[in-house]
């Protein structure tokens, strides 16, 4: 009829375009998708192996990265959600050996502490231990530690600079003839409800020093030093000698 267009099919070609435009629009979609899930699930495992919750130390799929063998390491966290810090370093002095069966904490193999015995036999400190104590500042720590029953003669707590750090300490000889059940026991009564006991003279034994000095996080750090087991009453060094002694230890501290 006249004045009615008629209406056209669209030609082969242009069909075939749009088909292969819709076809290529479909290719990049498959492809394209898992890319970019691949890029997400990248950008998530790098954040994961270089940024921790918190300021952290990152732990990849439980190991911790960037860690070095003098960090002071500590868990802030739970065992079911570990949160692991650096609260220091520590360098020790010639002369001492890392004894990484005592150094290790069995419930959790991340946290880093170092426990050095002497090459010496005959140096003043036969042992020393460095550790991180979370979430208790050193005078509370110390008074936690006074306020059991020590199982050694000790004397008054020291609050005082050593070398360089604000420290709280306490020293003391320690019987090694007291039976391992007695000492165990000691440890676990306070002295504010149980009777004096009347000791034995000392006749062999050691000196035990120990010292909180605060770090970071509202913790602290624990050196505790020792002398020689077994050693005549008359021979233990003295107070004095282990409060030089941990002076010169606490050097390769650095917090």
């Known amino acids: 009829m006249a004045g009615v ?38 950008i998530w495992l790098l954040l994961k192996a270089t940024v921790g919750p918190g300021g952290s130390i990152p732990n990849f799929f439980g190991k911790l990265q960037g860690v070095e063998s003098n960090w002071l390491v500590s868990n802030f ?11 220091g370093t520590y360098d020790a002095p010639e002369g001492y050996t890392l004894n990484e069966s005592m150094s290790s904490n069995g419930s959790d193999d991340l946290e880093q502490r170092f426990y050095y015995d002497a090459v010496d036999p005959d140096a003043v400190v036969q042992h020393f231990y460095v550790c991180p104590v979370e979430e208790k500042t050193a005078e509370v720590q110390m008074d936690s530690f006074k306020g059991y029953k020590l199982f050694y003669e000790a004397g008054e707590v020291q609050h005082e600079n050593v070398g360089g ?32 006991e009347e ?13 909180y000095t605060d770090a970071s ?30 002076e010169q230890l606490l050097a390769g501290l650095k917090l």
Not at 13 to 41: D, T, Y
Not at 199 to 205: Q, S, T, V
Request: proline content about 5%.
């Open 199 to 211: 000791k034995a003279p000392l006749e062999i034994g050691h000196r035990q020093f120990t010292l």
């Open 165 to 196: 750090f604000d420290s709280y300490w306490i020293s003391g000889t320690v019987d090694d003839n007291q039976d391992e059940n007695a000492v165990i026991s000691a440890m676990q009564n306070t002295g504010e409800d149980t009777e004096e």
């Open 217 to 246: 996080r509202k913790s602290c750090i624990l050196l505790m030093v020792m002398t020689a087991s077994d050693t005549p009453a008359d021979e233990i060094p003295s107070e004095e000698a282990l409060r030089d002694a941990a």
């Open 77 to 87: 966290g739970t065992g079911s959600k570990p949160r692991y810090y650096k609260m």
């Open 5 to 42: 267009k008629k209406k056209t099919s669209k030609a082969p070609a242009v069909r075939k375009s749009e088909e292969a435009r819709k076809e290529a629009l479909f290719l990049k979609l498959i492809i394209g998708v898992p890319v970019a899930i691949l890029l997400i699930l990248g």
